[in-house]
């Protein structure tokens, strides 16, 4: 039978878990002292049947301090179910569980605008379309939002029909090793301290392992198999081995998944690993002494990824889009469309340099313009330009035969970078140093 772990995402309050109880019947976030509480601590998890096989929903806590115990839990989530409230629309922790969910290289999921029934048509619409955006900007494949009330079973069965559908498409799940147990009771036992009790749904634990759940320190002492003694495999050293081999195995689902991203930082990498910043660096140390992880300032890659970088056809057929079209670029949603690939490509050409984002503040609107482009443009001023007075954005615009839509951003482009310097209406091109740096060199003291 198939099976599929969807992460539940979204805000603190937006209905998640009365969505997962509509869905299955089941109260997710179920440990009693956490109901007593009123907040969910870790995540728990209920099982949607849907004919294709068996769908785990894990209802992901919302309030920030949980964000590293939902990436606990989320490190072998396939998909999610996003949850959007009506009536409040994306809030931060929205953005924040997409963000996690795009650098753990979830690309597929479905999107619920909860409680439907507290707000009017239109007003649901707007929020649907925010979400949908949202959604997409972080690479989440989420087709239109479902219109859900989980208060009058309204949506649910399009949502049951949609994550069935998730599962269909789902291969199965690669193991990276790494143990996932939702943990169902915690109790106490005399002499052996706080006993976790769970069903393992992936990997392995052996007798000794050390686990952190919700950042406690805690060891593997008795592994049961529905209540009789389990096999104890290779007790003690397995550990740091563990996190050496995670710490790789992360690196490389992140090169898959996000093949135009240089790599990982430290607390990325930690956050992804479930280990404190300190553990993480000492195994990244390691790692990068052995050569099998390569250091590049604050950003760690896996050794084996190809630094002549995967220059793929489309961001090749992207630049040379931008570089053909000189100072009149496309419009960003001209050059992207909703299509998630060529944004990607877009952002690595931006962060790599080969493009340059310039914003006209006053229109709140930018222009992306080839490198090419703005050096020529800068040429060109400073041959029109130089030793002058000084000139309005209008004879520039004249110089080099643009509108002011491009003009502007670029002349507030070069002013950031001090290439020309601002006055009024009026700007000057700034000297330049004798190795033809802008800007004159070093800064004046303060
Ligand atoms: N009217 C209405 N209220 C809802 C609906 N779904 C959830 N609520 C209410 O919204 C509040 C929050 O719902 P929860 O399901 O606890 O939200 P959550 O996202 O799990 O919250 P956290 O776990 O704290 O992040 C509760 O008071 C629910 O009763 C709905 O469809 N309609
Ligand atoms: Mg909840």
Known sequence: ??????????????????LVRALTGTQADRLREERERGVPRVPGSALLRVPGGAIDLVDLPGHPRFVRAMVGGATGLRAVLL???????????????????????????????????????????????????????????????????????????????????????????????????????????????????????????AVGDAVAPEGCRAMVRAPQVHGRPAECAEPGRRNAAALHDRALAVLADHH???????????????????????????????????????????????????????????????????????????????????DVRRAEALAYLIRAGTLVRAVDRVQRRAIIFHRDAVEGARRTLVRAFDGSAGFLAREAGAVLGISRKFSIPLLEHFDAQRITRRFGDTRTMTPQDPAGEPGGGVPPAP
């Open 1 to 18: 039978m198939k099976s599929l772990l969807v992460g539940v995402l979204g805000h603190a309050d937006h209905g998640k878990t009365a």
């Open 256 to 338: 898959r998944a996000r093949p135009l991203e240089p790599g990982l930082t430290l607390g990325c990498l930690a956050l992804l690993l479930g280990a404190d910043e300190a553990a993480a660096a000492a195994v990244l140390r390691d790692l990068v002494a052995a050569r099998d992880v390569v250091q590049d300032q604050a950003l760690f890659r896996h050794a084996d990824r190809d630094t002549a970088r995967p220059e793929s056809e489309l961001v090749q057929a992207l630049e040379a889009q931008f570089r053909r079209a000189g100072l009149t670029p496309p419009d960003e949603v001209e050059a992207v469309g909703r």
């Open 83 to 205: 949850a959007v409230d009506a009536r409040e629309g994306v809030r931060p922790q929205t953005l924040e569980h997409l963000e996690i969910a795009r650098l753990i290289g979830v690309r597929r999921g479905v999107i619920a605008l909860t409680k439907c029934d507290l707000v009017p048509a239109a007003e649901a619409e707007a929020r649907a379309a925010q979400a949908a955006a949202a959604a997409a900007a972080a690479g989440l494949e989420g087709g239109a939002p479902v219109r859900t009330s989980a208060l009058r079973d309204q949506g649910l069965a399009e949502l049951r029909a949609r994550l069935a559908a998730l599962l269909d498409a789902a291969g199965s799940p690669t193991d990276d090793g790494s143990p996932y147990l939702p943990v169902d009771r915690v109790f106490t036992r005399p002499g052996a301290g706080p006993v976790l009790a769970g069903a393992l749904r992936r990997g392995g634990l």
